[in-house]
């Protein structure tokens, strides 16, 4: 059983190359002033969020050409963990950013740190959900073996 892939989905695609971009730009290039970057309490802060932005999103862009219909099962399985990584990665850095977001402008900001907050939670969500996807098989793999024992 494979879980459904998310290339499916152009507009995941669209939001992981854009969350790539943006951490690449965070990572490389200086924050300006009056930013929400800026409104992140420790430098330290705004390096982990850029950098698991960036990482996170480059790594769901990877799994996602991984786990493309007519590729092995053992790179589709590759691309499954690097997913796994990657949603984990990006939900986090955008809950963070979402707080930080409210933080900065306050309740005039609801609505887009509310957005961003649902894509983080959407995220680990996918992640949760591909653990369940792995269980199940697992299981189901772990109960067919058990019945075939005996026939050997």
């Known amino acids: 059983m494979r879980p459904e892939p998310s290339s499916r989905h152009p507009v995941i695609v669209a939001f992981f190359i854009m969350a790539t971009v943006a951490g690449a730009a965070g990572l490389f290039f200086k924050r300006p002033p009056g930013s929400i970057q800026a409104s992140l309490?420790?430098?330290?802060?705004i390096f982990i969020w850029n950098a698991a932005l960036f990482f996170g999103g480059l790594a769901v862009?990877?799994?996602?050409?991984l786990q493309h219909p007519e590729r092995s099962q053992r790179r589709f399985g590759v691309g499954v963990s690097?997913?796994?990584?990657?949603m984990a990665m990006t939900g986090s850095a955008a809950i963070l950013y979402a707080v930080?977001?409210?933080?900065?402008?306050?309740?005039?900001?609801?609505?887009?740190a509310g957005m961003i907050l649902v894509f983080g939670v959407g995220c680990l969500y996918r992640e949760g959900s591909i653990l369940w996807q792995i269980w199940k098989a697992t299981k189901a793999l772990k109960a067919e073996g058990?019945?075939?024992d005996g026939e050997r």
Do not use: R
């Open 41 to 45: 309490v420790h430098p330290a802060a």
């Open 61 to 65: 862009l990877i799994a996602l050409a």
């Open 82 to 86: 690097f997913e796994q990584v990657g």
């Open 100 to 112: 930080a977001a409210y933080k900065a402008v306050g309740p005039s900001g609801a609505f887009p």
């Open 146 to 148: 058990a019945d075939t």
